[in-house]
């Protein structure tokens, strides 16, 4: 198959391209380096063992993206992670999050209708569940209460959008993959996460915790009715995600599904700093603080949907996603992009 990843160029899309190839499909990527590096773009290509044709632009270019695709035969599929993601600037900047990614959305479904494209695979999130605390996460479960941020809006409105746009065409496929908390890295080393900027996440402030860039980690919160009263989340391989993408870009038929990737399994706050630990041998050193405002006490998924559907499930735990984390930290490779 021939799948057009568009903002592939990120942390997810670099990994699902690779996964792609490995996968025996070609990949292509639009993205205009907004949130990446072009370097990361060489290194996939370089992991992949395959010419991954780049285009660098902004995927609203309905012009220039069309041109790109028509230089390179029928597309099968579209995997769509264009969009912005940082929770905090979504707050501070509402209409530039509305803009942006639910317009990368809108040019999406353009190009597909002109290019005669019936298969899409959205990158949507578990934040779609809003202030739900009923867990394990259900798909079947209501959507889109008490959702926090603008960022988080998004993906649901997005996620409405693709329902009605299925409506509109019974040929039309589309697998919106609600996402928990991906972390980890290529076990090369090469690639991983690098966000522009203070991140916000857990695990890449653990990361810089323990790389000596910043000096400890703020829990969030201590008085959770969790096991060791920290949030609780479920951490997902990233490339546990990127094959994910592609069973969902496989999938035949018709129709919108939500489909969950997470792992199922709970891990705290404690218990991400202890495994990050363990897997560097460095003293992450922490202090609690107030619970951040718009946190649930604890989100994990259930992922039957995931494994009925996509014959799909997690093979890489926590541990895992630390050992490669802690592994492209000291690859020294993520100082090198540019
Ligand atoms: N946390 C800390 N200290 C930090 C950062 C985070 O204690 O410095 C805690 C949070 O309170 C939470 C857990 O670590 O309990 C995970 O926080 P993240 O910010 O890493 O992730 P979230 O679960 O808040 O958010 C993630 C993605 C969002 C997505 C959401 C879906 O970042 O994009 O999952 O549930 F919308």
């Not at 980690?217 to 949030?231: H, I, K, M, Q």
């Not at 069973?247 to 891990?267: C, H, M, Q, V, W």
């Not at 006490?297 to 949907?305: C, G, H, I, L």
């Amino acid at each position: 198959m021939r799948v057009l990843l568009a903002g592939g160029g990120g942390f997810i899309g670099s990994h699902t391209a690779i996964a792609l190839a490995s996968a025996g499909h070609s990949p292509l990527v639009v993205d205009d380096l907004s949130n990446s590096h072009k370097m990361s773009l060489e290194r996939m290509a370089q992991l992949a063992g395959v010419d991954i044709p780049v285009l660098v632009a902004d995927v609203r270019n309905e012009t220039l993206v069309s041109e790109f695709l028509g230089r390179h035969g029928s597309i099968d599929a579209v995997i769509h992670l264009a969009g912005l993601k940082a929770v905090a600037e979504s707050v501070a900047q509402p209409e530039l999050y509305y803009g942006v990614n639910i317009g990368c959305t809108l040019a999406v479904l353009n190009l597909m209708k002109r290019h005669s494209i019936k298969n899409l695979v959205f990158s949507s999130s578990a934040t779609v569940y809003g202030s739900s605390e009923l867990v394990p996460h259900s798909e079947e479960s209501r959507a889109g209460i008490g959702i926090s941020n603008p960022y988080g809006k998004t993906k649901y409105m997005i996620e409405e959008i693709l329902r009605d746009a299925c409506a509109a065409d019974d040929r039309l496929r589309v697998t919106a993959l609600r996402y928990f908390n991906p972390v980890g890295a290529h076990p090369s080393g090469l690639i991983g996460e690098n966000p522009k900027g203070t991140p916000n996440n857990l695990l890449p402030i653990v990361a810089r915790v323990a790389t000596g860039v910043l000096d400890e980690v703020t829990v969030f919160g201590a008085d959770y009715p969790t096991a060791d009263g920290t949030g609780v989340r479920d951490y997902i391989h990233v490339q546990d995600v990127a094959r994910g993408h592609v069973r969902a870009a496989e999938l035949y038929g018709s129709g919108f599904d939500a489909i969950n990737l997470g792992t199922g399994k709970p891990a705290s706050v404690l218990d991400v700093i202890r495994a990050y630990r363990e897997a560097s041998g460095v003293t992450i050193p922490y202090r609690t603080a107030d619970r951040r405002p718009g946190d649930v006490p604890v989100s994990f998924a259930d992922v039957a949907k995931a494994e009925r559907l996509l014959g799909w499930r997690a093979e890489l735990n926590l541990q895992d996603a630390c050992r490669d984390d802690w592994n492209w930290q000291q690859t020294g490779a993520q100082d090198h992009l540019t």
